[in-house]
Nanobody, 114 residues
Framework: VQLQASGGGLVQAGGSLRLSCAAS????????MGWYRQVPLNKRDLVAD???????NYADSMKDRFTISRDIAKNTMYLEMNSLKPEDTAVYYC?????????WGQGTQVTVSS
């Protein structure tokens, strides 16, 4: 399975972006999918994830601003990001988990200017 993340870019503080993560195959069977983000020299931090059953989980600093969703028919997961802040600047990675297997997308850069 390959994951292709897209939708990043440059946005002003307070703006919005929608990230997409398109899978090369069906996402129906994944145990979970989600988004992590990483800034240079830091580890990847969880942004949000969604289980096969549709339960969502968010990092505390993002739960009121970001929304994770998926379209099973399109084999695509989304991250709607609103009220963006400069500290949201990072490379955003999508991932999927199936059993002991993890799949990662290539990352998409999000830059929020003040």
């Amino acid at each position: 399975v390959q994951l292709q993340a897209s939708g990043g870019g440059l946005v002003q503080a307070g703006g919005s972006l929608r990230l997409s993560c398109a899978a090369s195959g069906s996402i129906r069977s994944f145990d979970a999918m989600g988004w992590y983000r990483q800034v240079p020299l830091n580890k990847r931090d969880l942004v949000a994830d969604i289980t096969r059953g549709g339960r969502t989980n968010y990092a505390d600093s993002m739960k009121d601003r970001f929304t994770i969703s998926r379209d099973i028919a399109k084999n695509t997961m989304y991250l709607e990001m609103n009220s963006l802040k400069p500290e949201d600047t990072a490379v955003y990675y999508c991932y999927a988990k199936f059993g002991v297997w993890e799949y990662w997308g290539q990352g998409t850069q999000v830059t929020v200017s003040s």
